[in-house]
């Protein structure tokens, strides 16, 4: 069974920092670029990073780029989103998702291209 659990969510003020972490099983982990997407009430599922399978080539929304990180430990089939200077925008549920892809950058800002996703954590920032 495949399975995305995402971790580290919760309430921070503004310009505090977080850590997402996201474990997956159920699949070659190392094969699947990863991403995060995010979610704010009424509005639609948005990119938020996403690192690539074969080299861990990092891509991001550009109005996060220098304040989150995405990374990967692929001997723990795991992936992080550290999240610094974080604003009251940044607030939604945060998903990370997995996409099996011919091509390492292919697909990796669409939703829709995603293979599997996990139930999501609750990022919310205070002004």
Same mark, same amino acid.
């Given at each position: 069974? $495949?399975?995305?659990?995402?971790?580290?969510?919760?309430?921070?003020?503004?310009?505090?920092?977080?850590?997402?972490?996201? $474990? %997956?099983?159920?699949?070659?982990?190392?094969?699947? %670029?990863?991403?995060? /997407?995010?979610? %704010?009430?009424?509005?639609?599922?948005?990119?938020?990073?996403?690192?690539?399978? +074969?080299?861990?080539? *990092?891509?991001?929304?550009?109005?996060? +780029?220098?304040? /989150? *990180?995405? *990374?990967?430990?692929?001997? +723990?089939?795991?992936? /992080?989103?550290?999240?610094?200077?974080?604003?009251?925008?940044?607030?939604?549920?945060?998903?990370?998702?997995?996409?099996?892809?011919? %091509?390492?950058?292919?697909?990796? +800002?669409?939703?829709t291209a995603y293979?599997?996703?996990?139930?999501?954590?609750?990022?919310?920032?205070?002004?």
């Amino acid at each position: 069974e $495949v399975q995305l659990v995402e971790s580290g969510g919760g309430l921070v003020q503004l310009g505090g920092s977080l850590r997402l972490s996201c $474990v %997956a099983s159920g699949f070659t982990f190392n094969d699947y %670029a990863m991403g995060w /997407f995010r979610q %704010a009430p009424g509005r639609e599922r948005e990119f938020v990073a996403a690192i690539t399978w +074969k080299d861990g080539n *990092t891509h991001y929304l550009d109005s996060i +780029k220098s304040r /989150f *990180t995405i *990374t990967r430990d692929n001997t +723990k089939n795991t992936m /992080f989103l550290q999240m610094n200077s974080l604003k009251p925008e940044d607030t939604g549920i945060y998903y990370c998702g997995g996409l099996r892809t011919p %091509a390492p950058d292919f697909g990796l +800002k669409l939703s829709t291209a995603y293979d599997y996703w996990g139930q999501g954590t609750q990022v919310t920032v205070s002004s």
